[in-house]
């Protein structure tokens, strides 16, 4: 398998709701993109539908492997190859029907957190973000970068995908990625959220026939360095809307106690502004990130398609 030399200047992801590597060819054809792009650090896959007998025959040489399997259930599941190579701090997994896998590693001495995320529905979106924030909690301002498929469409504004992203600006997190990921549907549910944008980096979304999915292929140049390097223009106040509404739950009830009509809806007026104050969030506006020219190129989905080719012309 040509892996190439690990770099310690970049750190290149390879990111796909794979729905069911189970399916024949389908892991196949992932280590075929692997021998291709040579110098995956680590491989993200959500939906791989794996039950914890099986993942022993889901392995890919070279790599370390690390299982989410659901415990009920048809779908979900979370698999992360990581180059033997690397060091692993550890490796920490939540959930069952929405499911997080946190991966620490350790390169050129300091921690580079990879956390992998999936959320079967839009609907579930305020518990996705409730099982990843105490997740991002314990990393604070160490280098981190999220992949996940949040079922949450970006593209199209929304009240989800608004309060989502309040969500992630209110953690100094910014989405990478902005290209359809979902073909069929034509939307962005697949997002790369990082804290760690510094100097470089590059993100490639790339077609395939491994599923209706694109693949994501992140590559953080200078992606190790010594603290996260934020890129700071100006800043901006933003509201935390979760946190407005639980701040004003935690009000309502003596509120509502009111009779008069007036007096109650002047305190009703007043909490609301109160717990819209408490809730903003100052956020740091980021300066664009350089493009680099493509280290996956527009030919790796026809590489599947030409392997059967050569397989039907051999006797």
Not at 38 to 56: D, S
């Amino acid at each position: 398998m040509g892996l190439g030399a690990l770099s310690t200047k970049d750190l290149n992801f390879y990111f796909l709701n794979v729905r069911s590597v189970r399916v024949p060819d389908k892991l196949d054809k992932i280590k075929e993109a692997m021998d291709r792009l040579a110098n995956v650090h680590v491989i993200c896959l959500v939906e791989t539908w794996l039950q914890e007998k099986k993942t022993p025959f889901f392995e890919i040489l070279g790599y370390k492997a690390f299982h989410n399997t659901r415990n009920s259930g048809r779908g979900g599941g979370i698999s992360l190859y990581v180059r033997e190579e690397m060091k692993i701090i550890s490796c920490d997994m939540f959930g069952d029907g929405i499911q997080l896998s946190s991966l620490k590693l350790q390169v050129a001495m300091k921690p580079m957190n990879v956390v992998v995320a999936y959320n079967p529905t839009v609907l579930l979106y305020t518990d996705c973000l409730d099982l990843l924030e105490p997740v991002l909690d314990k990393i604070g301002n160490e280098n981190c970068i999220v992949l996940g498929d949040f079922n949450i469409d970006i593209k199209r504004v929304s009240v989800q995908s608004d309060a989502y992203l309040n969500w992630l600006a209110a953690r100094n997190y910014s989405i990478l990625n902005n290209k359809i990921t979902r073909p069929d549907s034509n939307t962005v549910i697949d997002h790369i959220p990082a804290n760690c944008m510094r100097g470089e980096s590059h993100i490639y979304t790339v077609a395939n026939d491994i599923s209706d999915h694109n693949v994501i292929v992140v590559s953080l140049k200078n992606g190790l360095s010594k603290e996260v390097q934020k890129i700071i223009q100006n800043f901006y106040i933003k509201i935390d809307y979760p946190k407005a509404r639980k701040i004003l739950e935690g009000k309502v009830g003596n509120v509502l106690n009111i009779n008069e009509t007036e007096a109650l809806s002047e305190a009703l007026h007043f909490e609301i502004e109160n717990a819209l104050k408490e809730a903003e969030v100052k956020c740091a506006l980021r300066n664009n990130v350089k493009k680099l020219n493509p280290w996956a190129t527009p030919e790796l989905p026809d590489l599947s398609t030409r392997k059967q080719a050569l397989y039907k012309e051999t006797p």
